[in-house]
C-alpha cells in the first residue's frame, strides 16, 4: 500500500486526522514524496473542506470540491468516529506502525479526543506528532477559533495587502484564497522533515508544535524590522505608485536606479519630456511622480502587459505584469518547465493545478491518485492493517464507528 517506491519518504507511514486546509496541505507534500498518507475522517461529512467551493461542473457534491481534490491527492481514505470506543480502539491500533501522526485542528478537539502526544506516545514511544492548530499548544491565545480570515489579519497580512490605487486608505484586504493556512502547511511539511531526520539520528519521536497564527505572522518579517528599528509602519500607498495602465491590465515598473531610467527612456523611444533635469535623479523622479505617472501612462497604455514585460525586462528595468489566476495558467514559462499538474478527481476528470514547488527528480515518484472519495479505503487499511473481518465492519458501519 506505499504510495511511492522510489519516494524519498518511501516506507514513511503517516496517519492523518486533519480537517480544511493546513493539515491536509502538510499531508499532501508527505504524500508527493512518497509517504504513505491515511487520511482519517469522521463518517457522514468528513473533511469541511468536501463543503468548500468551488465544486467541478458547479455541483455541490461531496466528491466533487475542488479545494479538496487538490488537498488530498495520494491519499488513502478512512472513515472512523473517534467519539466512540471503538472507533478510538482502531484509530489507536493505525497509530501503533505509524511513523507521523499528522494532526490539523483546534486545540480543544485535541483535548476532547484525548490525542495529545503524551497519550499518542503511550501507543508508539517512537511516533513523531505533528500539532497544526491556530494557536498553538500553549499561550494565552490556544484555545481560540481560527480560520483563513482570521489568521490573515491576526498575523498582519491582510494589512500590507495593497488596496484600489485611488484609494491607498482602504481598509485591510484579506488575500484572495487561503494563502494564510497553506504557509502554516508549508511549515508543517518542513517540520515533519526536519524531525524525521532528528529521529534517524536520536531514535527518537518528538511532539511538532505548529501554530498558523505564527507561521503566517513569519512572512511578515521585513515590516516588523522595519517598525522594530525604526518606528516606521509599512504602507501600501507605495505599491500602488508604480502600477502603470496596459491594454490588458497593469504592469509594475519601478526604474530605481538612474541607468535604469536612462534604459526604460530608451525603450520609450527617447521621449524629449523623460530628458527634463527633475527626472533625471531617483529624487527627482520621487518628488514628481505624479506628473510622471501620467507621462509614462501615456506610453504603457499602448501595449499588452505582456509586451511591456519583455521590452522591458529585455532592457534590465526591472518590470512585471500584474497577473490574474487566468493570466498565470497561461504562462509559457510555467507550463515549459511543467509546473502545473493534472489533479486527479474520482469522476476521472483532470483539471490543471499548481505543481511541484519544487525539483527533485530522483526522489518524488511519478504519478498520482485522485482523492479519496469519503471512507473510500476503510475497509481496504482496516482489514489489511488490523485484521479486521467484513462482519466486523458490517457491524462498525451499523453502529455509526465507520
Not at 263 to 269: L, P
Request: with cysteine; proline share 6%; net charge negative.
Amino acid at each position: 500500500m506505499a504510495q511511492g517506491e522510489d519516494g524519498v519518504l518511501s516506507g514513511v507511514r503517516v496517519v492523518e486526522y486533519a480537517d480544511f486546509v493546513s493539515g491536509p496541505y502538510s499531508g499532501r507534500h508527505l504524500a508527493e514524496l512518497g509517504a504513505e498518507v491515511i487520511k482519517v475522517e469522521p463518517p457522514g461529512f468528513g473533511d469541511s473542506a468536501r463543503r468548500t467551493g468551488p465544486y467541478a461542473h458547479d455541483d455541490p457534491a461531496s466528491d466533487n470540491s475542488l479545494l479538496f481534490n487538490y488537498l488530498n491527492v495520494n491519499k488513502l481514505g478512512v472513515t472512523l468516529n473517534l467519539q466512540s470506543e471503538t472507533g478510538r480502539e482502531w484509530f489507536l491500533k493505525l497509530l501503533e506502525d505509524a511513523d507521523v501522526f499528522l494532526y490539523g485542528g483546534s486545540a480543544g478537539q485535541l483535548d476532547r479526543l484525548r490525542l495529545s502526544y503524551r497519550e499518542v506516545c503511550l501507543v508508539t514511544p517512537r511516533i513523531i506528532g505533528v500539532y497544526l492548530t491556530p494557536f498553538g499548544l500553549s499561550g494565552p491565545y490556544r484555545d481560540f477559533q481560527g480560520g483563513e480570515l482570521v489568521m490573515a489579519h491576526v498575523g498582519g497580512l491582510a494589512s500590507v495587502t495593497a488596496g484600489a490605487l485611488a484609494d491607498p486608505d482602504r481598509p485591510p484586504l484579506k488575500p484572495g484564497g487561503h494563502q494564510a493556512l497553506m504557509i502554516a502547511g508549508l511549515y508543517g511539511a518542513m517540520a515533519t522533515l526536519h524531525a524525521l531526520f532528528a529521529r534517524e539520528t536520536t531514535g527518537q519521536g518528538q511532539e511538532v508544535d505548529v501554530s498558523e497564527f505564527e507561521a503566517v505572522t513569519s512572512f511578515q518579517a521585513g515590516g516588523m524590522i522595519r517598525q522594530a528599528f525604526s518606528r516606521e509602519a509599512t504602507t501600501r500607498e507605495a505599491q500602488g505608485s508604480f502600477l502603470y495602465p496596459a491594454q490588458d491590465g497593469t504592469v509594475a515598473i519601478n526604474p530605481m536606479q538612474d541607468y535604469m531610467w536612462r534604459a526604460m527612456a530608451g525603450v520609450m523611444g527617447n521621449p524629449e519630456w523623460a530628458d527634463r533635469p527633475e527626472f533625471s535623479t531617483r529624487a527627482g523622479r520621487t518628488a514628481n511622480r505624479r506628473e510622471l505617472f501620467d507621462l509614462v501612462s501615456g506610453w504603457t497604455s499602448q501595449f499588452l502587459k505582456e509586451e511591456l514585460y519583455q521590452r522591458l525586462q529585455g532592457a534590465r528595468v526591472p518590470a512585471f505584469p500584474t497577473n490574474t489566476v487566468a493570466d498565470v495558467l497561461r504562462s509559457e514559462h510555467l507550463r515549459e518547465r511543467g509546473f502545473f499538474e493534472e489533479v486527479p478527481l474520482p469522476s476521472g476528470e483532470k483539471p490543471l493545478a499548481p505543481g511541484r514547488r519544487y525539483r527533485l527528480p530522483r526522489g518524488m515518484p511519478g504519478g498520482g491518485r485522485a482523492a479519496p472519495r469519503l471512507g473510500e479505503h476503510t475497509a481496504q487499511v482496516l482489514t489489511e492493517r488490523l485484521g479486521l473481518a467484513r462482519e466486523d465492519l458490517v457491524t462498525a458501519f451499523e453502529l455509526g464507528v465507520i
